[in-house]
């Protein structure tokens, strides 16, 4: 968002900060993030695999939904796992535990958190921000039957599909490749 603008005082970031500081410096600076416009269509082609394996169980499309899912949160056990070691290698034992997530301070910054990043996604890729709340207002409205319930897994299923894959592993990998290209 353009300095001064209300847009920016409302949405304003750390990414924003650091290269305003940078520029008035005149420092370089990489921002080694994936655009928002990258992350979007590769979440809306995940999405689209994912649903098309949840609607072929007989051509492999639910195992393949399973080992999607199992990989995803064996990255997230390992990606902990490695995190510790490292703590523990350096001596400082710092990891993120229950605890962190219960401090006052980000608890009382949570809502404001979330609905900077609701309306930046909103305006920044409101089709993404559509496919994702879109069926939680739906599902909210309508009267609960059991072909909801059945349409509710299958977006869970998709989502918690995506979620792990395309938004943390591929992400993931496209931060390192900027960390090491920078």
Known sequence: Q??????????DNEMQAA????????????????RVEEL?????????????????PFDGGWIRTAEEIFQGLMNLRGSRRDKEASADSEGEGE?????????WSLLVGLPLTVLRYCTSALLRAPGAFLLLV??????????????????????????????????L???DAVLAKSIVEA
């Open 40 to 56: 979007s269509a590769d979440v809306g082609k995940a999405s689209q695999k994912a649903l098309q394996d949840l609607v072929s």
């Open 2 to 11: 353009p300095p001064g603008s209300s847009l920016r005082q409302f949405l």
């Open 134 to 167: 879109g069926p939680v207002i739906v599902v909210a409205t309508l009267p609960e039957t059991p072909t909801l319930d059945l349409l509710t897994v299958v977006y869970e299923l998709i989502l918690v599909r995506v979620l792990l894959n395309t938004v």
């Open 169 to 171: 592993r591929d992400r």
């Open 19 to 34: 290269a305003d500081v940078a520029e008035e410096a005149g420092v370089p600076l990489i921002l080694g993030d994936q």
């Open 95 to 103: 990891t993120l535990g229950l605890q962190d997530f219960l401090d």
